[in-house]
């Protein structure tokens, strides 16, 4: 198991620092996927339990919100929103009509999974929009992975008392605390180095960076618990097994739904 997660790593990680590197719409286009795969697996950890969300909606939908942020920011948010809205009870409706029961849950899992992986997602080119955008997603998404990493490391090593013992049992309060120290000294470290290839005044900086780092670590482990929470619901380890020894889409970008947004706004309100 641990040479083949380490085998993906080894692939997968040079690949996303060349796709953010390159940006534009090879990065956009990457990012799509991953999104529309993750859509699909939380479909269908959904379908596992009986019920029926509709698949073509959550990825389609979640595409759309995702496309629309790519060609023109936030101005067609509220039709596109509007539009799913519709759309979902308009297909839900015809659903229910044909005999099945449980439709007025479905709706809400199909619209919910949509907006969750489609909006959330779509930050991640509104991240790499920014100025200096590279850069600062360069330093978001590592410090998440350097909390993450933290937290195994010293939980591993030193945890005792239980995170969320239903929705997460090997998680410990003593792992929490340690990807605090990580993310928050990972992520001034990050934006010291990083600083050297900017002009003075991009804003970034070791103290944003520990602020960024020391947010990101608090909140993003909610993503983590809140996809656990989906597979509990479903009985199931992972989202998929789309990649070898790390799970599915969706269990590689929990986190990370988390951490671009709360990254976009922190940098755009307090940083820029």
Known sequence: MFVKRLVVAIVLVPTGV???????????????????????EFSHLFKVTGLRPASFLVVGGSLTLFIGRAIDGFESAPLLITLLFLICMIYHLVQFERGLPHSGTDFSITLGGAIYIGWLGAYFVSLRQLPDGMWWLLLVLPAVWLADSGAYSIGRAFGKRPLSQRLSPKKTWEGYFGGILFGTLGGALLAWLWSFALEPGSGMSPWAGAVLGLVLAVLTPLGDLGESMFKRQAGVKDSSNLIPGHGGALDRIDSWLWAAPIGYYIIFYFIL
């Open 18 to 40: 060349l796709l953010i590197y390159v940006g534009g719409v090879i990065f956009t286009a990457f990012v799509g996927v991953i999104l529309a795969l993750a859509a699909w």
